[in-house]
């Protein structure tokens, strides 16, 4: 019979073999490499963005299907993202731009969830705060007005607010603050992806 930890190494092995078997590993740094095969360089961004090239939005399917891939890597490994096209197409401007735009997006959803975490630190503090308020007026009211049945009342309601404020906070810490964490800590490395770009299996990268 296995230990834990036994266990844990063969769900690791699985795990990092079943990635292998999906995507490409780059030999020298380790990163796993989503590949994504493209007609066109405008094929990265949103058909229903008119803007000029340089502004346009990221493609929604492209955006769902990096993220996609993002959850399958493990978030302690490191990815690049890299495009296939059509040799005759060939732009190195157009590359940078696209560089350019995916970082840009991704950056922005960055610091958007970090200051959604900061903001929410700040919201369950004060929920916290007025939790033990709560509770501590509905024990203040339950002990000197045990005889009358408003003050009883009003006690109880206000002890079931606290409970109320005190729930929500400790269900940030435990479940809502997990996600946004994840979330930050996975734009963070889509931001920070190497981008390939490959003509007729020639690799090209943009810094």
């Known amino acids: 019979m296995e230990g834990a930890n036994g266990l844990d190494i063969k769900r690791f092995y699985k795990k990092t073999n079943y990635l292998s078997k999906i995507y490409e590993v780059d030999a020298t740094t380790k990163n796993y490499i989503i590949e994504i095969s493209l007609d066109k360089y405008t094929d990265v961004f949103n058909d229903w963005d008119h803007a000029s090239f340089k502004k346009r939005d990221i493609d929604p399917d492209l955006v769902f299907f990096l993220e996609?891939?993002?959850?399958?890597?493990?978030?302690?490994y490191g990815i690049d993202i890299c495009f296939y096209l059509p040799?005759?197409?060939?732009?190195?401007?157009?590359?940078?731009?696209?560089?350019?735009?995916?970082?840009?997006?991704?950056?922005?959803?960055y610091h958007t969830e970090r200051r959604t975490l900061k903001e929410s630190y700040k919201k369950y503090l004060g929920y916290i705060i007025v939790a033990f308020i709560f509770?501590?007026?509905?024990?203040?009211?339950?002990?000197?007005?045990?005889n009358e049945i408003v003050y009883v009342t009003l006690s109880q309601g206000i002890n079931i607010g606290g409970w109320v404020f005190l729930w929500e906070a400790i269900s940030f810490v435990?479940?809502?603050?997990?996600?946004?964490?994840?979330?930050i800590k996975t734009y963070e490395r889509l931001a920070g992806a190497s981008v390939y770009f490959k003509y007729d299996n020639?690799?090209?990268?943009?810094?």
């Open 202 to 207: 020639v690799k090209r990268r943009i810094d």
């Open 87 to 109: 040799k005759e197409i060939q732009d190195k401007d157009r590359e940078r731009i696209i560089v350019s735009g995916l970082k840009t997006y991704y950056s922005f959803y």
């Open 135 to 146: 509770l501590a007026l509905s024990y203040i009211m339950a002990n000197f007005a045990k």
């Open 68 to 76: 996609s891939c993002s959850e399958d890597i493990p978030l302690k």
């Open 174 to 183: 435990f479940f809502k603050r997990r996600k946004i964490v994840y979330d």
